[in-house]
């Protein structure tokens, strides 16, 4: 098994050890989506803590793609100038420096957007208090997305990023074509598994045309059911990852909230090694989930993952690749408490985030 602070190659980009950032939303952009000084301080923080990748919170890819509040946005070209900066100061750190993009779905928000969401059909969620069924998209609006989509890459491309990482996981639209649940369609973006997939596809093949072959295209995805996201088979998708890397997509990248899940399908099954063992062997593999010490960044890597995504322990812990290096013990686990988090550089917005998002019951913040 490789060690942990080998370097990686994904596409032409070298990468200095096994450690990366998992994309985290931060809610600290501006309101019109352009890079605040905060948001970039935080990034530029986890470039200088030593991490080989440092991915971003979702970005969103046009005005009408918004699904929460002070989102990063690459919508338009005034995007470009403050994510240069930002990426110019991330490379002297030597990370490799990616921009997750996502369009929100049935998740956008109609006070920020001006428009009602969409999705790939009209559902409904009864277990969801006050969910209100999106609109199905157009094949028409569905191939604007898609222009959305690569539109989006490009400007990464320009503003100097790496590469970028297409958000198919956490219930966005992606997911929302992916999932017999919400995807109730009848044409050729719905229905069968080819069907199901097309949108991906399509985005993956419009955004590879646009970029240089050395700029990175990766892809996350969650596999199977969780929380409100249901009618997501792990089979079938791992067979649409294994189509996307046909397709040009340089790594895929696992949404688990512990390395060591089992699978739905598969109790007796290591999820993370199940993945590895049935995905195309030369598409690289992304691990993430509950990684709060080396020895848990090196069994992921058993398990079959070709980089390690940290995530909240990144948070309260600067310099973390460093301690892990020296097997030292990390110094703060959560719940951490306002003042670490000031004292670390979080903003106000993040701390909010931090408070209030049940995905993030962990990161619950002690009183000072």
């Known amino acids: 098994m490789p060690d942990l602070f080998s370097p990686f190659l994904i596409n032409t980009k070298l990468i200095k050890n096994r450690l990366a950032v998992a994309p985290m939303t931060t809610q600290q952009s501006m309101p019109d989506g352009t890079i605040s000084k905060a948001e970039s301080d935080w990034l530029e923080r986890l470039s200088e803590d030593g991490y080989g990748m440092v991915i971003t919170c979702a970005s969103s890819i046009s005005d009408t793609a918004t699904a929460f509040h002070n989102q990063l946005s690459i919508a338009s070209d005034n995007m470009i100038a403050g994510l240069s900066e930002l990426t110019t100061r991330m490379r002297n750190h030597g990370s490799v420096n990616i921009l997750q993009l996502c369009h929100g779905g049935s998740r956008t928000i109609e006070s920020l957007t001006g428009v009602k969401p969409c999705s790939a059909s009209s559902y409904t969620l009864p277990s969801v208090t006050g969910f209100v069924p999106p609109l199905a ?73 646009k970029v240089p072959k050395d700029f990175i295209i990766g892809f996350r995805m969650s596999f199977e059911n969780m929380g409100m996201e249901t009618g997501l088979d792990i089979d079938e998708n791992i067979q649409i990852v294994n189509w996307l890397a046909e397709d040009g997509i340089d790594y895929i990248h696992t949404s688990h909230l512990n390395y060591a899940a089992m699978t739905n399908k598969y109790p007796d099954k290591t999820a993370l090694r199940y993945l590895r063992d049935t995905i195309t062997k030369s598409l690289p593999l992304v691990g993430v989930g509950g990684i709060l010490n080396a020895a848990d960044a090196e069994k992921a ?15 309260g812990n600067k310099n973390l690749p460093a301690y892990f290096k020296e097997g030292k013990v990390l110094p703060y686990h959560t719940p951490y408490s306002t003042d670490l988090l000031k004292e670390s550089g979080i903003s106000e917005n993040f701390i909010d985030y931090l408070k209030n998002a049940p995905p993030l019951a962990s990161l619950k913040i002690m009183k000072p």
């Open 137 to 209: 998209l157009s094949q028409e609006q569905i191939h604007s997305i898609v222009s959305d989509f690569a539109d989006a890459c490009v400007r990464a491309s320009h503003a100097g990023f790496d590469g970028i990482e297409l958000h198919g996981a956490n219930g966005y639209l992606f997911t929302q074509f992916f999932s017999r649940m919400t995807n109730l369609r009848d044409d050729h973006y719905g229905g069968s598994l080819q069907n199901r997939s097309r949108f991906a596809r399509e985005v993956v093949k419009a955004c590879r045309h």
């Open 301 to 315: 890597m058993e398990y079959g993952a070709d980089i390690v995504a940290i995530g909240r322990a990144a948070i």
